[in-house]
């Protein structure tokens, strides 16, 4: 098995990614070896990529409240990891909106890093992207998916992305508030204490 440098460098290794590491951009993921708590989305926004620093925004604020954790825990714990399912900005649409992570991307680099951290009890699956990745035979929708979360426990647990983008969708689902971040928050605690 590879260790976590050896992954690390091969991820800035690989022909996919030469433009980023010619740039000087390092790939933006975090392992931690005693995590038991796997955070998966998109990929690395502009801010989070230049920063090098992951969910440490609005979204990032909001993630945390729905998760019932402080920031130091979030980041300081060792119960937290982060797999995006590109581990770089993949840029703007040109009607804006960022583009999807890379296919073949996560194919290729989720399960030596998923090796590295045998601990996971939980992963949260933030938005489409991860959840077409990961549950295969969620449902037709994100909305359905996410209200229909008790199938994919006690592994799997997926949310809609945090962004203030999608304040209008948590207006029109209050349920998820009311019910899944309750559900959430109790698991995580079961986990962070």
Do not use: C
């Amino acid at each position: 098995m590879q260790t976590a440098a050896q992954i690390f460098q091969a991820i800035q290794d690989d022909p996919q990614n030469q433009g980023f590491t010619e740039q000087g951009i390092q790939p933006l993921y975090h392992v931690e070896a005693g995590a038991e708590i796997l955070l998966v989305s998109q990929a690395p926004s502009r801010r989070a990529q230049a920063s090098m620093t992951f969910w440490d925004d609005a979204s990032g604020n909001r993630l945390r409240d729905w998760m019932g954790v402080t920031k130091d825990q979030f980041y300081h714990s060792g119960k937290v990891a982060v797999l995006p399912l590109d581990f770089y900005y993949p840029g703007k649409h040109a009607h804006g909106g960022d583009l999807p992570p890379r296919k073949g991307f996560a194919d290729k680099w989720h399960a030596p890093l998923l090796a590295l951290m045998p601990n996971i009890k939980l992963i949260l699956l933030i938005g489409q992207y991860a959840q077409k990745y990961y549950l295969p035979q969620r449902e037709q929708t994100l909305t359905a998916t996410v209200a229909h979360y008790q199938d994919y426990l006690p592994e799997y647990f997926p949310l809609v992305h945090p962004s203030p983008l999608n304040y209008g969708w948590l207006h029109q689902h209050p349920w998820f508030l009311d019910n899944v971040v309750p559900e959430l928050q109790a698991r995580v605690k079961q986990i962070i204490h």
